[in-house]
Nanobody, 115 residues
Framework: QVQLVESGGGLVQPGGSLRLSCASS????????MGWYRQAPGKQRDMVAT???????TYADSVKGRFTISRDGAQNTVYPEVNSLNRGDTAVYYC?????????WGQGTQVTVSS
């Protein structure tokens, strides 16, 4: 059974930073691609950042230069470092892992940017 568990969300002031984590029950190398998506109230779920097993990264235009995604194979964890947060970043953030057998999602972690 494959499980993804996110952590690190919370309340942060505008301009602040967070480090989210996604821990998997399998080695991160088990996944072709791992990524982070987010969904704000009343909006669709959008890609934020992804990283392949070879370390190739992709970012949404809205977060380029502010978010950095990395993966730690030894700890089966994927981290996005998120900086210079603004209210537009408020959303539930989900971790996704893509394998040859399909896609797996975590339960999500809430990030709220507010003063």
């Amino acid at each position: 059974q494959v499980q993804l568990v996110e952590s690190g969300g919370g309340l942060v002031q505008p301009g602040g930073s967070l480090r989210l984590s996604c821990a998997s029950s399998r080695s991160s190398d088990y996944f072709y691609t791992m990524g982070w998506y987010r969904q704000a109230p009343g909006k669709q779920r959008d890609m934020v950042a992804t990283i392949t097993s070879r370390g190739i990264t992709t970012y949404a235009d809205s977060v380029k230069g502010r978010f950095t995604i990395s993966r730690d194979g030894a700890q089966n964890t994927v981290y996005p470092e998120v900086n210079s947060l603004n209210r537009g970043d408020t959303a539930v953030y989900y971790c996704k892992g893509l394998t040859a057998f399909g896609a797996y999602w975590g339960q999500g972690t809430q990030v709220t940017v507010s003063s």
